[in-house]
């Protein structure tokens, strides 16, 4: 894509479960769609080498700290965009390396810069809140909407996106210190995205809780919610959501 327009991708590669059958259409659907940005959840050190392999444009944040390749990461097209810092903010999530992980890029021979995020909340099928009904959710975007509220520079472009587990309240929280769910902003109603049926056997739930949302100068173009499905499977127990932006 020309240098003011992306897309970004999010997705949550469902940890190793089943990826002897997945792998093949991971790899194909990266192949297919080439996303410029691609924020994944639910990490693991073998998927970060299968993806280091498949996304040979990209590079992705390189850091000590065991969550960057045990839960969440950013990759990113290294002739679009130069990485100038990155980090990540502890949210007090039952998941011990689960944090709020973002980076700073700027465009190439340019001086914009975009502040991208991902996080993946935790799910509602944890032992406490199937015990007590209270979510973990709420307490960890109003944490996370904080941290990126300090972090975004004045007019600066910045994304956040992932697994929310929660169709409502975090895109409510995120919406009040000025992100925009890429939908919404589209005037469309989003597809579902868990779970993917060919694959998991969560058929009692049907939401749209992975999300892409956006402030600052970015205008939206599109948004899909690719339901990929390749050498006899789906990609994840997730549907990836795609969405493609303008500066």
């Known amino acids: 894509m020309n240098k003011s327009r992306f897309s970004i991708l999010t997705f949550n590669l469902w940890n190793t479960e089943q990826w002897e059958v997945r792998a093949k259409t991971v790899r194909s659907f990266l192949e297919t769609f080439e996303p410029d940005i691609c924020c994944f959840q639910e990490l693991r050190p073998p998927t970060v080498a299968f993806l280091d392999g498949v996304l040979k444009n990209h590079i992705r944040i390189q850091d000590s700290f065991p969550g960057w390749t045990g839960e969440g990461n950013m990759y990113f097209r290294k002739d679009l965009f130069t990485e100038i810092e990155h980090g ?57 909407s904080s941290a990126l509220d300090n972090l975004i520079r004045k007019g600066e472009a910045a994304l956040v996106a992932g697994d929310f587990n929660d169709p409502f ?79």
């Open 169 to 247: 309240h975090p895109v409510r929280l995120f919406s009040q210190i000025g992100f925009s769910e890429v939908f919404n902003s589209l005037g469309l109603l989003q597809p579902v995205t868990f779970p993917s049926q060919p694959v998991t056997g969560e058929i009692i739930m049907n939401e749209a809780i992975d999300k892409i949302m956006a402030r600052g100068p970015l205008r939206p173009l599109l948004a899909s919610v690719p339901q990929y499905y390749a050498h006899g499977t789906s990609a994840s127990d997730h549907w990836p959501v795609i969405a493609v932006y303008e500066y």
């Open 88 to 144: 990540c903010v502890d949210l007090s999530m039952p998941e011990k390396d689960r944090r709020l992980f973002w980076v700073r890029l700027r465009l190439q021979n340019d001086d914009k810069t975009l502040l991208v995020s991902t996080v993946h909340l935790t799910h509602q099928g944890n032992e406490d809140e199937m015990a007590t009904g209270i979510s973990y959710r709420h307490k960890e975007t109003l944490l996370a």
